[in-house]
């Protein structure tokens, strides 16, 4: 016998309470016409409800998540792109907006103002169907801490705090199985980096060391092809080796200077080669902080002097073509930011070898034309310079007369700019309890010093409690 189309399409369909419930409606044959459902509780069983074509209702208008926006695209078409995705509330739209649709909002990451469209692009970069999703809740964790730096727009933690978490959840469960996952990564990791590292100060180390040991197998074919996350490994790289070389520990990855010499970087400037010579310092620290005896200790103190030697001879490169390239004043903070680094190698390198107290002079003089470097370079732009505050804070260790350390406590205002208040408290913090504890003569070495720069986080805490 055979059977309608109507017929089937009717036996398929599940009663209207089992159909609210989205519970198995199984069909029983008895003279009531009830499903099992309702036939044991007693209950009305009707199929009412409007009939539905079958399958996904069609989105005509607009996607869910809309194709990839181009990289060059202006930032008007970003912000029509983000207002054609329907997945986002209002106030994430607007929080996405900020972060992608203004590059200045960018500025206090970028060594030129330059270089702001180039970092927003990063970022748009991995506007698509496949990536939005994964680094959503990162982006809007940093477009909250971004906002967190600017007073009249600051509106508290808890945003970021959960933003944040998401997006820790999503990195640990990121599979990387080829160069695009990586780049995912690392741009997922740097947002929700920097997100924290404002926030908080604390946290961006182990996530740019987690995201640097999961890329390693893809990250140097793709830094030589992939401009974007060439920059932003090389800026994680740097977070780690910070605090790395605070906490006296071996960085991740020594990264090969042939893949940060090709151009400008927009965080690193001219310095990038520089880095190498840093995580060297960083590893000898963390050997000299296991009392090695006298023939591994000659050894380490070989390697710093080969260090010195390499560094007091090394030069910027693309030098040449940086008027054409930047202004005047953007060019000024390059080649200051490049200097400052590069004292900043010779000074840790000369303090691994000399407590304080011995041999003073060298240290001084290093420290006095980091400082003055800086000064200079503001006073001529009147712009300070950005993302120099690893050199700044190895110089201001040796500040030893009382009205030059208040003169620096003022100046992490200057050059600690890419961190929150609370950051920037802290450095000052740091600060005075090394220089106390120098006059005091309680630590020899800044490096083996108990107070070590991070944040007091019981005022966050209270503030997303209340």
């Not at 999503?170 to 947002?191: E, W, Y």
């Not at 080649?335 to 390198?349: E, H, N």
Request: net charge positive; glycine share 4%.
């Amino acid at each position: 016998m055979t059977t309608s189309k109507q017929d089937i399409k009717q036996l398929r369909r599940a009663c209207d309470r089992c159909y609210e419930l989205k519970a198995r409606c199984q069909p029983v044959a008895s003279a009531t016409k009830r499903c099992s459902r309702c036939e044991r509780l007693g209950l009305d069983c009707a199929t009412v409800r409007p009939v539905r074509p079958a399958g996904r209702k069609l989105q005509r208008r607009k996607l869910a998540i809309p194709v990839r926006v181009p990289e060059d695209r202006e930032p008007d078409d970003v912000v029509v792109w983000l207002s054609s995705v329907v997945c986002l509330r209002p106030e994430e739209r607007e929080l996405l907006v900020f972060l992608l649709g203004r590059p200045g909002s960018l500025d206090c990451y970028v060594v030129c103002p330059s270089f702001q469209v180039a970092a927003q692009q990063a970022l748009v970069a991995q506007l698509s169907a496949a990536a939005f999703p994964t680094v959503k809740d990162a982006y809007l964790a940093f477009a909250s801490a971004l906002k967190q730096l600017d007073p009249a727009l600051a509106t508290g933690t808890n945003d970021i705090v959960r933003h944040a978490s998401a997006a820790m959840e999503t990195l640990r469960s990121l599979p990387i199985a080829n160069q695009q996952d990586a780049a995912t990564c690392l741009t997922l990791g740097a947002s929700l980096a920097l997100s924290m590292h404002s926030t908080i100060g604390m946290g961006a180390a182990d996530i740019c060391r987690y995201c640097i040991t999961a890329t390693m197998p893809y990250v140097e074919n793709m830094v030589a092809s992939d401009g974007h996350s060439r920059s932003w490994h090389g800026f994680m790289v740097l977070l780690e080796t910070m605090d790395c070389l605070v906490h006296r520990q071996k960085p991740s990855l020594r990264i090969h200077t042939s893949t940060v010499e090709d151009g400008v970087d927009r965080h690193l400037g001219l310095c990038s080669p520089l880095l190498p010579y840093y995580y060297d310092l960083c590893a000898i620290s963390h050997s000299l902080a296991s009392k090695p005896d006298t023939s591994v200790l000659a050894l380490l103190h070989k390697q710093l002097g080969g260090i010195q030697t390499s560094v007091e001879a090394w030069r910027p490169s693309h030098t040449a073509h940086l008027a054409g390239q930047f202004t005047s004043a953007e060019t000024i903070h390059l080649l200051a930011q490049a200097k400052v680094y590069r004292l900043g190698v010779l000074l840790v390198s000369h303090r691994l070898r000399h407590a304080f107290g011995e041999r003073d002079d060298p240290a001084d003089i290093w420290s006095k034309e980091i400082m003055m470097e800086l000064e200079l370079a503001q006073q001529v732009t009147t712009r300070p310079i950005r993302c120099v505050t690893l050199p700044f804070m190895i110089a201001a260790v040796e500040v030893r007369d009382p009205r030059a350390r208040g003169k620096t406590l003022e100046c992490i205002d200057h050059y600690v700019n890419d961190c929150s208040p609370i950051v920037r408290d802290a450095a000052r913090d740091f600060l005075r309890r090394l220089w106390r504890d120098r006059d005091l003569q309680v630590t020899s070495c800044w490096l083996d010093s108990v107070h070590k720069p991070c944040p007091v986080i019981q005022s966050i805490e209270m503030e997303c409690s209340a």
